[in-house]
Nanobody
Framework: QVQLVESGGGLVQPGGSLRLSCAAS????????IGWFRQAPGKGREGVSCMSSSAGVTAYADSVAGRFTISRDSARNEVYLQMDSLEPEDTGVYYC???????????????????????WGQGTQVTVSS
């Protein structure tokens, strides 16, 4: 069973940076794409970024493109979200999620929609404020 644990959130000033980590386990015999999502107070969950199982395909929401970068360390089974030039609008709880995908799509599938994802982490709070 896949399990995900996020960390790295905190309070940062506008223009600052944070790096979120998602520690994953249970990927022994399946292919999973990874997504990052966020939820601001009073709003729905929003897709931020995703990465295909092979790490060959990545995608970003328009609101964060050019400022956020998704990456991974396969040896450590960790996925990261580097967030630069943070804005107050980036405030929210950030979640990582895993989507089981067919082997045929391991280098293709990457979705910033929450529906396809099977496993979610507990979330980590990011607050951008002066």
């Amino acid at each position: 069973q896949v399990q995900l644990v996020e960390s790295g959130g905190g309070l940062v000033q506008p223009g600052g940076s944070l790096r979120l980590s998602c520690a994953a386990s249970g990927f022994a015999s399946d292919f999973y794409a990874i997504g990052w999502f966020r939820q601001a107070p009073g709003k729905g969950r929003e897709g931020v970024s995703c990465m295909s199982s092979s790490a060959g395909v990545t995608a970003y929401a328009d609101s964060v493109a050019g400022r956020f970068t998704i990456s991974r360390d396969s040896a450590r089974n960790e996925v990261y979200l580097q967030m630069d030039s943070l804005e107050p609008e980036d405030t929210g709880v950030y979640y990582c999620a895993a989507e089981r995908v067919p082997s045929l799509l391991w280098n293709i599938k990457c979705s910033v929609l929450p529906g396809p994802y099977d496993v979610w982490g507990q979330g980590t709070q990011v607050t951008v404020s002066s």
